[in-house]
């Protein structure tokens, strides 16, 4: 199989923007990416377009993550360690874990993307993080023409962060994650901290909920508040949750009384930012076909037609109100190409 070219992007980004790659491959197999015609320097590696704005036509090699399987690998007596392809649906990875008997995941229902995109932004929702369940992955380097393992200990997971965003690593195509394997413990709890969540099972009147309880309250949630990228184009959240410090957070909250704060083990405080741009106007307001959707202002919604340009017009102007505002500084979650 040799790469086509050029090919139509915008069916493989959830924000439906336009952009031509000059050369596309799909990847079905983990040695497909040792063919020679792909070693060539100016690649991206694509997995579900859920994280991705695309600036325009892109003068590349991109290679579309869709390598398939899911299967237990071993077993022992605390936990059960879960392989999956990079190119399986995350929701219906999760799905299928629950549906198997190996509950732990199910916090992270319904988010869009790859199970080998979701280590590198560290995806997280309602109390979990996946570096919390990650166990080890195994990635391709196009320099070295080798398979490599990587531990969950080299990962440097944090808030929407990992190792595989820094410079050298997935983000300029230099490897690609090929399978994850995760580690979900036999003892499972209930992780229904999260006041949202906790509050949607009190409405269901679930006192001990199950992992499927957890996961269809978490699918109502998201359901009711996230726009489905399939008929309204987005990214989920757009940015991060600013992390500030005390002094900061403490002179905004004597400003803005209902600043909704979460203090983190670092010191550092998190604040809102859905709830900053609310306040800064940006709730449902658009500039063009781009805007901050209606019942969720931190994400970025294409009611139409947008391009890239319009994104980052949106979006500048969205950070400079912030900013006016709060001083503070918005940065935004998904990748630019
Ligand atoms: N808020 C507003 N106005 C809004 C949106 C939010 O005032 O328009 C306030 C809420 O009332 C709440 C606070 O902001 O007090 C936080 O809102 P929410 O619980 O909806 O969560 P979030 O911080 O906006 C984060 C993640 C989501 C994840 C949810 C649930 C980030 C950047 N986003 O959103 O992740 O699903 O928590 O855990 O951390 C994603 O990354 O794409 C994503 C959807």
Redesign the pocket.
């Known amino acids: 199989m040799h790469p086509q070219n050029p090919v139509d992007l915008s069916p493989f980004n959830t924000l439906a923007l336009p952009g031509k790659a000059a050369a596309y491959q799909k990847i079905t197999s983990p040695e497909q990416l040792a063919a020679p015609d792909l070693a060539k320097k100016n690649r991206f590696i694509l997995g579900g377009g859920s994280n991705l704005v695309l600036t325009g036509d892109f003068d590349g090699l991109v290679l579309h993550m869709a390598i398939p399987g899911k299967r237990l690998v071993k077993e022992d007596a605390e936990a059960v360690y879960i392989e999956s392809g990079a190119g399986e649906n995350w929701h219906d990875f999760v799905q299928w874990t629950l549906q198997q008997g190996w509950p732990g995941l199910e916090n992270l229902s319904l988010?869009p993307g790859t199970v080998g995109a979701a280590p590198i932004q560290n995806?997280?929702?309602?109390?979990l993080e996946v570096g919390e369940c990650f166990h080890s992955l195994t990635a391709w380097d196009f320099e070295k023409q080798a398979f490599f393992p990587v531990d969950r200990s080299d990962c440097r997971f944090a808030?929407?962060d990992s190792i595989f965003k820094q410079e050298g690593w997935h983000l300029n195509g230099r490897m690609a994650i090929t399978s994850v394997i995760f580690r979900l413990p036999k003892i499972w709890t209930p992780n229904s901290r999260?006041a949202?969540l906790s509050n949607e099972l009190a409405a269901r009147d679930i006192a001990a909920p199950t992992p499927q309880d957890i996961a269809s309250a978490i699918i109502a949630i998201?359901q009711r508040?996230?726009p489905d990228p399939a008929i309204i184009p987005n990214?989920?959240?757009f940015?991060?949750?600013p992390l500030v410090d005390q002094a900061q957070a403490d002179a905004l909250l004597a400003k803005f009384p209902a600043l909704?704060r979460y203090p983190q083990p670092d010191g550092r405080v998190k604040l809102?930012?859905?709830?900053l741009?609310?306040q800064a106007g940006w709730?449902g307001k658009y500039l063009g076909p781009v805007g901050m959707y209606e019942k969720?202002?931190?994400v970025l919604v294409n009611r139409g037609g947008a391009t890239g340009a319009d994104v980052q017009r949106t979006m500048a102007a969205v950070q400079a109100d912030v900013k006016a505002k709060f001083a503070v500084d918005l940065t935004p979650?998904p990748i630019f190409l």
């Open positions: 988010i995806i997280g929702a309602y109390g808030y929407r999260y949202e998201r508040k996230l990214t989920g959240s940015f991060h949750n909704p809102a930012a859905g709830w741009i609310e709730k969720q202002a931190l979650e």
